[in-house]
């Protein structure tokens, strides 16, 4: 059932004015994140392969802080820890279970994960965390849930970025496409600071329809862009928001405009009135903030 208010008016006078929530219902069946890519790819080589379960293909997180939440997060089965003699002490209490650690040099290092990766002298061999489901999340979503929604934004350290502003700022979810969307490990990690551990990722097949199962269970879908007629600061902060973020360039499709309900503006006052994507997201996110 399609929810019937219709979308509120965006007025200062209107603003505290909410919508009844209707009732929660199971969005579409949501596959889960591919791991796919570059340097550093799945150990093993499986490339394009339905990732997220446990006992699949490992992969690679590098960087002290990815590392060190990735240790520390149940959720996570770590294999290996790879370090530098420097590192050992730091990393060592942190091992539990079946993780072993292993010294090696730093060429031998910058070979594993990538010349071009910069692994601060500690990499760790991981499976990727467990899936998590549209419909599941949909089913025990808060009441005043907050949601990231990103069209087909490429850039690893752009997505690294967003997942540490949103885990920052108590974003419930983020929610990504199954293509065009950058591996979550390696660069993607290293950026995220340790947030991929924190943050309910959900992959997604077809980004229209995951709207449209949004705005069903209740949740209101506003897409962020520089020429949007609706100020984001007048939207209403207590109610459930989803937040759709375009490319860099492109912005968003046509076909995930239509899909939202109305599109909003950062109000910026500087001779720059354009921001990078990541920096749009954490100025929004914190705008957004339910009351207290």
């Not at 990690?189 to 199962?213: M, P």
């Not at 506003?222 to 860099?248: F, K, P, Q, W």
Request: hydrophobic letters at 35%.
């Amino acid at each position: 059932m399609k929810r019937t208010s219709k979308p509120p008016s965006h007025s200062a006078g209107n603003q505290n004015q909410r919508a009844p929530r209707p009732s929660k219902q199971s969005g579409p069946s949501t596959p889960g994140r591919s791991f796919d890519g570059s340097a550093g790819r799945p150990i093993g080589g499986q490339e394009g392969r339905q990732g997220g379960q446990q006992g699949g293909t490992a992969c690679w997180l590098y960087g002290h802080h990815a590392v060190e939440h990735a240790l520390r997060n149940p959720q996570r089965r770590c294999l290996a820890l790879y370090v530098l003699a420097a590192e050992v002490a730091r990393y060592k209490p942190l091992l539990t279970g079946a993780c072993q650690l292993e010294v090696i040099e730093k060429a031998t290092l910058s070979r594993l994960v990538g010349e071009s990766a910069v692994h601060q002298g500690v990499a760790l061999k991981t499976q990727p965390l467990p899936d998590v489901a549209l419909e599941d999340y949909l089913t025990d979503s808060p009441e005043c849930a907050r949601i990231l929604v990103l069209d087909r934004i490429t850039d690893p350290h752009n997505v690294g970025a967003i997942l540490r502003s949103a885990v920052a700022m108590n974003v419930d979810a983020v929610i990504t496409t199954r293509r065009h969307t950058p591996q979550s490990w390696g660069t993607l990690a290293k950026a995220a600071s340790g947030a991929l551990e924190y943050v309910k990722l959900i992959t997604v097949t077809n980004l229209a329809r995951t709207l449209e199962s949004l705005r069903e269970s209740g949740i209101w879908c506003y897409g962020l862009d520089g020429e949007g007629d609706i100020s984001l600061h007048t939207l209403d902060r207590n109610r459930s928001l989803a937040l759709v973020l375009g490319a860099e360039g492109d912005g968003l499709r046509r076909l995930t405009r239509e899909h939202c309900d109305g599109m909003v503006h950062i109000e910026t006052t500087g001779k720059i009135r354009s921001l990078n994507v990541s920096n749009a997201a954490a100025v929004a996110l914190y705008a957004l903030r339910p009351s207290p």
